[in-house]
């Protein structure tokens, strides 16, 4: 139960008060176990951690790795299997980074914890040319440290904080500025091949982290680096979905289900699907030409974001 929950009521509470905090405690742990819930769904539908594994959870001070970290070690305390967690910081040297704040609140929980510093941020400030993004340069930094430093610890997974706004996030890049479609998958094999990356908040929204930092008041350290960087083509990407969302519910929801239904001989990638060698059967195929069907365009509602076809 998140301590927040535990509220301690007054004598001169009114019974409105009482109901008021009553409520308060129930959607917070109600919370709680959605995300310990979707942690776990998404562990085991991809097998992220298995029995013995060391992971090693990287966390920056954001509001993401802290819950990830959190609901990880509730987790480890549940679950059939025997694995460890370190936590590991990244200190890149940003100005008026607060290196005090990790360690105390590690210290406080108890968790292994090792704080890497290099100061990647000169490097970055030194080769970006002022008012360009600095994302791509500072993130190949970074992955190239946590990968050494998870040599170093003996870590056998990387557990990383991305979530799955994020992994819509970065679908919709990759497509519209990069002409592939590519996503952010919950696990993958590290460029250098040593390591497996998961990702256990694959199926958690980021406005469920945002407001379970909140009610857990994670000490959120800023990024002074990339955080002051308004017109990142992440926010507009991000700003999308937030307008779908809200004028067509569900829209968000169908695209991120799209990511694991995929069907490549509809697509037109010759790599995934033998195009070139495709010939009739005779036989009936489940996945076959649908082209001129009405579905699923014409019998959507205009609530779930579904274009129709034909005139009204």
Same mark, same amino acid.
């Given at each position: 139960?998140?301590?927040?929950?535990?509220?301690?009521?007054?004598?001169?509470?009114?019974?409105?008060?009482?109901?008021?905090?009553?409520?308060?405690?129930?959607?917070?742990?109600?919370?709680?176990?959605?995300?310990?819930?979707?942690?776990?769904?998404?562990?085991?539908?991809?097998?992220?951690?298995?029995?013995?594994?060391?992971?090693?959870?990287?966390?920056?001070?954001?509001?993401?790795?802290?819950?990830?970290?959190?609901?990880?070690?509730?987790?480890?305390?549940?679950?059939?299997?025997?694995?460890?967690?370190?936590?590991?910081?990244?200190?890149?040297?940003?100005?008026?980074?607060?290196?005090?704040?990790?360690?105390?609140?590690?210290?406080?929980? /108890?968790? $292994?914890?090792?704080?890497?510093?290099? %100061?990647?941020?000169? +490097? #970055?400030? *030194?080769?970006?040319?002022?008012? &360009?993004?600095?994302?791509?340069?500072?993130?190949?930094?970074?992955?190239?440290?946590?990968?050494?430093?998870?040599?170093?610890?003996?870590?056998?997974?990387?557990?990383?904080?991305?979530?799955?706004?994020?992994?819509?996030?970065?679908?919709?890049?990759?497509?519209?500025?990069?002409?592939?479609?590519? /996503?952010? $998958?919950?696990?993958?094999?590290?460029? %250098?091949?040593?390591? +497996? #990356?998961? *990702?256990?908040?694959?199926?958690? &929204?980021?406005?469920?982290?945002?407001?379970?930092?909140?009610?857990?008041?994670?000490?959120?350290?800023?990024?002074?680096?990339?955080?002051?960087?308004?017109?990142?083509?992440?926010?507009?990407?991000?700003?999308?979905?937030?307008?779908?969302?809200?004028?067509?519910?569900?829209?968000?929801?169908?695209?991120?289900?799209?990511?694991?239904?995929?069907?490549?001989?509809?697509?037109?990638?010759?790599?995934?699907?033998?195009?070139?060698?495709?010939?009739?059967?005779?036989?009936?195929?489940?996945?076959?030409?649908?082209?001129?069907?009405?579905?699923?365009?014409?019998?959507?509602?205009?609530?779930?974001?579904?274009?129709?076809?034909?005139?009204?």
């Amino acid at each position: 139960m998140l301590e927040s929950a535990n509220v301690a009521f007054s004598d001169e509470a009114t019974p409105q008060s009482h109901r008021q905090m009553e409520k308060f405690a129930y959607e917070n742990n109600k919370l709680h176990k959605r995300l310990c819930r979707q942690v776990g769904q998404a562990i085991g539908d991809f097998n992220m951690i298995e029995n013995g594994d060391r992971v090693m959870v990287c966390l920056s001070g954001g509001k993401d790795s802290y819950a990830l970290l959190d609901i990880l070690l509730t987790l480890r305390q549940r679950a059939p299997i025997s694995f460890d967690i370190v936590a590991v910081n990244l200190d890149q040297k940003q100005p008026n980074f607060p290196a005090h704040v990790l360690p105390e609140y590690l210290e406080r929980l /108890g968790v $292994p914890f090792h704080i890497e510093t290099q %100061d990647t941020y000169s +490097i #970055v400030k *030194r080769l970006i040319p002022e008012g &360009k993004t600095t994302c791509s340069l500072c993130s190949r930094l970074r992955r190239g440290i946590l990968y050494r430093v998870a040599d170093e610890l003996g870590a056998t997974k990387i557990a990383l904080g991305h979530h799955r706004d994020d992994i819509m996030e970065t679908f919709f890049l990759n497509m519209f500025f990069g002409a592939k479609l590519k /996503g952010m $998958p919950p696990k993958l094999q590290s460029d %250098d091949g040593k390591h +497996i #990356v998961i *990702r256990p908040l694959a199926y958690v &929204k980021e406005a469920d982290t945002a407001r379970y930092a909140e009610v857990k008041n994670f000490p959120i350290i800023p990024c002074d680096l990339c955080g002051s960087q308004e017109n990142l083509q992440r926010k507009q990407i991000k700003g999308m979905l937030r307008e779908w969302e809200k004028k067509f519910p569900g829209r968000v929801d169908n695209i991120f289900s799209s990511l694991s239904t995929v069907v490549p001989s509809h697509l037109m990638d010759k790599q995934l699907f033998g195009f070139e060698g495709l010939a009739a059967t005779g036989a009936a195929i489940q996945d076959g030409d649908i082209a001129f069907d009405e579905e699923p365009c014409s019998t959507g509602t205009a609530g779930s974001g579904v274009i129709r076809l034909q005139p009204e």
